[in-house]
């Protein structure tokens, strides 16, 4: 497993629940308080003892935990790449949601040897899509889902948002927008502010 993703999990237990849990987690996993470092590559099985390790420690569900992971990601103060990334997506969350397609090529050109779900977009109507998550490893349309959820807030959307289960190596995210304008959304400039 890439780096990144045992850190960003990491980030996620230090930032939102202190460096305390982080500490519980990671011994309670096996492994030093120092955690990961980003550019290099785990075996999937510690990836896999972490997430137990803060399921129980946070009594909280694994799929709550991810949706919570993938929120952090958009819009935690500390973190600005992952945002910036996904709102060259388009001015709207409608654009944003067409251009879920070719995330997993603008992540690559980023990070290379990230392993970055297939996704695909299916538009049944203007207010109602299917997100396709195609992973060899499972969680990761959760993960999606917290991002989406965040999107749609940096965005001023209103959506409801489903994750349906995996089949076959397919996670399966409905997605209903109920009001495109809900409420203002953060403000976005192409170029970084200092």
Do not use: K
């Not at 129980?56 to 992952?82: C, F, K, Q, T, W």
Request: charged share 20%; net charge negative; glycine share 8%.
């Amino acid at each position: 497993m890439h780096g990144l993703i045992n850190r960003s999990i990491q980030c996620f237990v230090r930032d939102s629940y202190g460096v305390e849990a982080w500490q519980a987690v990671a011994a309670a996993a096996n492994i030093g308080d120092d955690g990961f470092e980003a550019l290099l590559r785990y075996d999937p099985a510690i990836t896999h003892a972490i997430l137990a390790s803060a399921e129980s420690h946070l009594d909280s569900p694994r799929a709550m935990i991810l949706e919570d992971i993938g929120s952090y990601l958009v819009s935690h103060p500390n973190l600005h790449a992952p945002r910036r990334l996904l709102r060259f997506g388009g001015g709207s969350f409608v654009d944003f949601l067409f251009s879920l397609d070719e995330l997993r090529g603008r992540v690559r050109l980023a990070v290379p040897d990230l392993e970055f779900p297939l996704l695909e977009l299916l538009d049944h109507s203007s207010r109602a899509y299917t997100l396709l998550v195609t992973s060899q490893q499972p969680g990761f349309g959760h993960v999606l889902v917290g991002m989406l959820r965040g999107m749609a807030d940096d965005y001023g959307a209103l959506v409801f948002l489903e994750h349906r289960g995996r089949r076959d190596g397919v996670e399966t995210i409905s997605i209903d927008l109920i009001e495109v304008s809900y409420a203002q959304g953060r403000d976005f400039a192409l170029a970084p502010t200092a």
